[in-house]
């Protein structure tokens, strides 16, 4: 590098020898391999000294690995004691010590790096309008507002600032401002130190950041997008800004077919006409010469553009203020500063212009104007993206309108290549198993192995296949890998089922019943809903249940049956003991006979269980006990008899109707209030998810008792839901989405929706967050729409394939059923009034044969004889008298 020094020292020295008047500068560099550097100082040099009197002689201070005090020794003892400067170009890391001499003798400096500590140090001096330090770097808080308009423009709901060094964050200030969501909050990271970023990406990967602004050094941008690209942080769902200025003149070439969308800023437009004036002019300059003058893009870096700029700048300000200065700066002391002024009045004339870039010789940066603290306030900056053949300009921002960007390329034509763009994309489906929105297609032919799309069919598909005619793209179905809809794990802190397959990247989109939840649109983004519903209580109907012919028992249990009858034997007993014991209850048999032999007792054994059986069957007896105590008993009997009786015909009404009517649940909380009936919901899916996160108290109760019933209630699918409706017999309710009861019940007449809808949502289509194809795809959903075709599709999955329609005529006919009561209920009466009947004409039976032995024995007629005679006289109707019996004595 000595001998580059050298070499270009060299020529200057040549071209000073050959044209005179010297304008004596130093520029400062950090880097001594900038090659590009030397190059743009020797070609200004070396233009300079064609057109003008004066002749531009550069000593180049290399300022690498030098300390403040070294730095001040060598210009003060190498360069200002020595040949004297004019001003001070480029940057250093000891920045502070060279303003402070450039402050000290009035030498104007320019800066060409960002530099937010120059308003600190202008603001800290006595006259800071009087400065001679300018910093052609975007003033700070300028630049912040045209990074917080980019990111505003984006519309983006989270991102992350990636950062190097902590005045990043001063550059960054206005960006950090516009979230304010909590919901979506900033995240800052900082770039780890060395060039391994992996574990800093690998974290991004976790939490799924996908808007990044890369704020740090150009040369750290592309080692950084390759190690993204490891975590497939750079597919096309991903979006960078980069903060650099200098990101432009990088080679993308590798990134570019990962497909993130890149956007940077930039200062200066290579396409501009100075630069292509410049291109050509530094061939001519090579040619001329005969060395090799090549632009590299480069040449282009902020950095070096800058300096071309201040030294256009100064030259200007040189040349236009005719300086009658001794061409050959003078020595000056630093330790007796002397000012000469004239650095001064270079600073006011520079400070009163703009410098546009309109002509060929002007600041390729341009334009540049500075403000009176030598703050460059005026400035375009281009906003570019990353496409197939590099970097095109988007949109324009300028310092006069800080909030706003003016647009370059039209929304057609956006338009046109987004359409381009999406049919020659396949479009990775992903779904789950569940009739009637993906199910596994019958083969035509036995034996045929289907492949590919045609594997499968479904309400689903059949949107997606819309959507892709619509929007003219091709797409490819695959299974969801674990079956689930996709829910959270708060431990694991990670997503399952298609949630997770479209945060892998595994999918485009995911369509199945996924039901569109705040907690996973903080995760992917939904298209516009395609389907409306609510969550409601599947059951199954009163399906022919046993008959119970002694349902009539049912209103008493079986201990108040068994205490009722030994009741009434022990209160019959009873009164037959009172009626002995009572007087009033021995009677004259033969009322006229004021003075009977004898007393007589009705109250036998068999009166006294007909007195009791008349009063519980409430109609009373033909004979009543006249004793105190007989009647205080025959009371107390009626008593409870009143009472038990009553309360059972209140029971047997309200049993029969529920016996008629099925378990009375008619909403959630019926199912809530109750304990019988078991009642459950697919496990992890969005209705789990409602009952567990409601603030409605029936609905928290209802989770509770879901959580602890035991088997659990739980199920892994909609289908293992309905068979266990269906087989537990109104033992269990289902609660599971209307879209999917109706398609149920359309199949199978035995169940029933019960009750309404417990809340509203929508199935949408899930696909990554910032999904550029979000907007077409809702667009398409709305067309379907309007167009009834939802509506079409609907109907032939619900309503037609596979077995659909079977029970809509039979549902409404059965609904109102008569309130009659069938035979079923009160069957059992009538068994017990044939048992009865049977059981007297036994008795009955009983009695005739038992005359027929007595009259046999008394009449001494055989057996058969009194047999035959006993049954003609019983058939016999017209006989109506009946002989007393005569016993034959003989
Ligand atoms: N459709 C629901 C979901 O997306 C499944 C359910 O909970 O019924 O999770």
């Known amino acids: 590098m000595i001998i580059v020094d050298f070499v270009y020292l060299l020529v200057f020295v040549i071209n000073v020898a050959k044209c005179g008047k010297p304008i004596e500068i130093a520029i400062l560099l950090d880097n001594e391999t900038d090659q590009d550097l030397y190059k743009v100082i020797d070609y200004i040099a070396r233009r300079h000294q064609v057109d003008s009197k004066y002749v531009l002689t550069p000593q180049i201070i290399n300022v690498k ?6 730095l001040e020794q060598t210009i003060c003892n190498n360069h200002l004691a020595q040949r ?14 060279v303003q402070s001499i450039s402050r000290n003798l009035e030498i104007v400096q320019f800066q060409n790096f960002f530099n937010p500590d120059i308003e600190r140090d202008v603001f800290s001096q006595e006259k800071p309008e009087e400065t001679t330090i300018f910093n052609l770097y975007p003033e700070f808080k300028l630049f912040a507002k045209a990074l917080a308009a980019l990111v505003n423009d984006m519309d983006w709901r989270t991102y992350t ?9 001063i ?3 206005e960006v950090l401002k516009i979230s304010q969501n909590d919901d979506f909050p ?20 976790l939490k799924s950041e996908l808007n990044i602004i890369l704020d740090c050094s150009p040369d750290k941008i592309i080692g950084f997008l390759q190690q993204a690209s490891i975590y497939n942080l750079t597919g096309e769902y991903y979006n960078y800004i980069l903060t650099s200025l200098d990101a432009h003149t990088l080679d993308f070439a590798d990134i570019i077919d990962y497909g993130a969308n890149i956007t940077t800023l930039r200062l200066i437009d290579p396409n501009s006409e100075q630069i292509k004036y410049m291109v050509k002019d530094f061939k001519l300059m090579g040619d001329q010469y005969n060395e090799d003058f090549k632009a590299t893009s480069s040449l282009f870096q902020l950095k070096t553009a800058l300096i071309y700029d201040s030294l256009v700048i100064f030259l200007t300000a040189f040349e236009q203020l005719s300086l009658r200065h001794p061409p050959v700066a003078l020595p000056q002391n630093c330790k007796i500063p002397e000012p000469s002024k004239d650095g001064f009045r270079i600073a006011e004339y520079i400070k009163s212009k703009t410098f546009e870039n309109e002509t060929i010789h002007g600041p390729i940066s341009g334009p540049i104007r500075f403000d009176k603290f030598g703050r460059r306030i005026n400035f375009k900056l281009e906003i570019i993206e990353l496409i197939k053949d590099g970097f095109r300009l988007s949109a324009n921002w300028f310092s006069e309108n800080p909030k706003k ?18 049919t020659q994309k396949v479009f990775r ?17 036995k034996g045929q192995i289907l492949e590919g799309n045609a594997r499968f069919e479904g309400f689903s598909m059949d949107i997606i296949d819309e959507i892709a005619n619509i929007l003219n793209f091709t797409y490819q179905f695959e299974l969801v890998h674990d079956n689930n809809y996709g829910s959270y794990d708060p431990v694991k802190k990670e997503w399952n089922g298609l949630v997770r397959d479209i945060l892998d990247w595994k999918a485009d989109l995911a369509i199945c019943d996924l039901t569109i939840t705040y907690e996973r649109g903080k995760a992917v983004d939904f298209s516009m809903p395609f389907m409306t519903l609510g969550i409601s209580i599947l059951f199954s109907k009163d399906t022919k249940q046993p008959t119970n012919l002694f349902a009539f028992m049912k209103p008493l249990s079986l201990d108040i049956w068994l205490y009722m009858a030994t009741a009434f034997v022990v209160m019959s007993i009873l009164i037959y003991v009172a009626a002995r014991l009572a007087p009033q209850d021995w009677e004259n048999p033969h009322p006229c006979d004021p003075h009977p032999k004898e007393l007589e007792n009705i109250w036998s054994l068999k009166n006294c269980f007909w007195l009791t059986m008349g009063s519980i069957m409430a109609q009373g007896c033909d004979i009543l006990p006249k004793g105190v105590s007989t009647r205080t008993i025959a009371g107390m009997w009626w008593f409870f008899s009143l009472i038990i009786t009553s309360s059972y015909t209140a029971n047997l009404a309200a049993f029969l109707t529920n016996e008629r009517l099925g378990p009375t649940i008619e909403n959630a909380e019926d199912l809530a209030k109750q304990s019988e009936i078991k009642y459950g919901c697919l496990q992890g899916g969005a209705t789990s998810t409602f009952f567990r996160d409601s603030n409605f108290s029936t609905y928290q109760k209802m989770w509770r008792s879901m959580q602890i019933a035991q088997p659990s209630v739980f199920e892994s699918n909609n289908k293992d839901g309905v068979k266990r409706v269906i087989s537990s017999k109104q033992k269990y309710a289902f609660l599971m989405e209307s879209s999917t009861i109706e398609y149920e019940m359309e199949r199978n007449c035995d169940l029933i929706q019960v009750g309404g809808w417990l809340d509203t949502k929508n199935y949408g289509i899930a696909m990554p967050m910032n999904s550029p194809y979000n907007a077409a795809i809702s667009r398409a959903v709305l067309k379907m729409q309007e167009e009834q075709k939802l509506h079409k599709l609907k109907e032939k999955w619900w309503k037609e394939m596979y077995g659909g329609g079977q029970c809509g005529q039979e549902e409404t006919s059965s609904d109102d059923s008569a309130a009659e009561l069938g035979i079923d209920h009160v069957g059992g009466v009538f068994v017990v009034l044939l048992g009865g009947l049977g059981i007297a004409l036994i008795i009955a039976i009983a009695e005739f044969l038992w005359n027929v032995r007595k009259v046999s024995v008394e009449t001494q007629i055989s057996p058969k004889e009194a047999f035959l005679n006993e049954l003609k006289f019983a058939v016999d109707v017209s006989k109506r008298k009946k002989a007393v019996l005569k016993r034959n004595n003989s």
Do not use: C, T
Not at 84 to 97: E, L, Q, T
Not at 161 to 169: A, F, G, K, V
Not at 190 to 199: C, E, F, S, T
């Open 186 to 205: 900033v995240k800052i990271r900082k770039l780890l130190p060395g060039d391994d970023q992996r574990p800093l990406l690998k974290e991004m990967k």
């Open 84 to 97: 004297g400067i004019h001003a001070i170009f480029g940057s250093s890391p000891n920045n502070d010590i």
């Open 429 to 445: 489906v992903v779904s789950r198993i569940g009739a009637p929105y993906l199910m596994y297609a019958k083969p035509a032919k």
């Open 405 to 422: 960007l003016e647009y370059v390329v039209s929304e057609e034509e956006r338009k046109q290549e987004f359409e381009k763009h999406i």
């Open 65 to 70: 690995d030098m300390d403040s005090l070294r």
């Open 161 to 169: 600032i990636i950062y190097e060094d902590d005045n990043s964050l």
């Open 171 to 173: 550059r960054l200030q």
